[in-house]
């Protein structure tokens, strides 16, 4: 008598709890994109995924090892969940890998003491969460990003109805855009999922009169990290601005 029996089980078991696990993941992720459901619940998908995706690379293991040794003949099969099952949980470890090494916080500035403030678009009314201070939020937020307001030789106008060219570009949903005050004010969406980041510039003359300061903000709408997304889009816009 051998285990052949139970090792085609456990292949079989692999591989379905692998095909679940995709399955759960890309439905909800599908679904949030939509706003079928709730942006968190997509979350809460990928992290049930990834629940049976390490189900199933474990099972799968235990096929191969039983394989090895009763040549059931299902060593392809349990090959395959393994390779579904433990390239998900690779995705799900780089994203808290990534998560690790930038600070807890969502919402990111070029001016720490001064963010730039939202006239039109409204700032989740648990913004501090995970931080529960401003202050705590100015200590993470400047031992982590050295972000700073850029100075143009273009006058308000100008620059202003650069950036609605650039944030159009970009696919942003523009609220306002208002040479005369100085002020963009857009929502950007990052990921598959289509999460909603609110983005503000602040754009003031110069003294002299010689050009302008540019001021950005950049706050997640939901979540505690942003996994440095909001830092990265000022950054990378600020630049296009500069150049354009």
């Known amino acids: 008598m051998t285990d052949a029996p139970w090792t085609r089980l456990f292949a079989r078991i692999?591989?379905?709890?692998?095909?679940?696990?995709?399955?759960?993941?890309?439905?909800?992720?599908?679904l949030a994109r939509y706003?079928?459901?709730a942006k968190i619940a997509g979350l809460y998908a990928m992290a049930g995924g990834a629940f049976l995706a390490t189900l199933a690379a474990l099972i799968a293991l235990v096929a191969?090892?039983?394989?090895?040794?009763?040549?059931?003949?299902?060593?392809?099969?349990?090959?395959?969940?393994?390779?579904?099952?433990?390239?998900?949980?690779?995705?799900?470890?780089?994203?808290?890998?990534?998560?690790?090494?930038?600070p807890a916080i969502h919402d990111i500035t070029t001016s720490l003491a001064d963010p730039p403030q939202f006239t039109h678009l409204r700032v989740r009314a648990d913004n501090l969460v995970g931080?529960?201070?401003?202050?705590?939020?100015?200590?993470?937020?400047?031992?982590?990003?050295?972000?700073?307001?850029?100075?143009?030789?273009?006058?308000?106008?100008?620059?202003?109805?650069?950036?609605e060219r650039l944030a159009r570009a970009r696919g942003w949903d523009i609220a306002v855009a208002d040479p005369a005050t100085g002020r963009l004010e857009a929502t950007a969406?990052?990921?598959?999922?289509?999460?909603?980041?609110?983005?503000?510039?602040?754009v003031t003359p110069m003294p002299d009169g010689s050009g302008?300061?540019?001021?950005?903000?950049?706050?997640?709408?939901?979540?505690?990290?942003?996994?440095?997304?909001?830092?990265?889009?000022i950054s990378e816009f600020l630049t296009a601005l500069s150049a354009a």
Request: a positive charge.
């Open 35 to 37: 706003d079928l459901i």
């Open 131 to 163: 931080v529960g201070t401003v202050e705590h939020w100015r200590e993470l937020h400047g031992a982590a990003y050295a972000l700073r307001p850029i100075m143009l030789r273009q006058p308000v106008a100008t620059v202003i109805a650069n950036a």
């Open 189 to 202: 969406t990052v990921s598959f999922i289509r999460f909603e980041d609110q983005v503000v510039l602040r």
């Open 212 to 233: 302008s300061v540019v001021e950005m903000r950049s706050v997640s709408k939901i979540g505690v990290s942003d996994l440095g997304v909001n830092a990265r889009r």
């Open 14 to 30: 692999a591989m379905w709890l692998a095909i679940i696990a995709l399955v759960v993941a890309g439905v909800g992720v599908t």
């Open 64 to 102: 191969l090892f039983l394989n090895m040794r009763w040549r059931a003949g299902v060593g392809i099969m349990a090959g395959v969940a393994l390779v579904i099952g433990g390239g998900y949980c690779g995705f799900m470890v780089s994203r808290m890998v990534v998560a690790s090494k930038v």
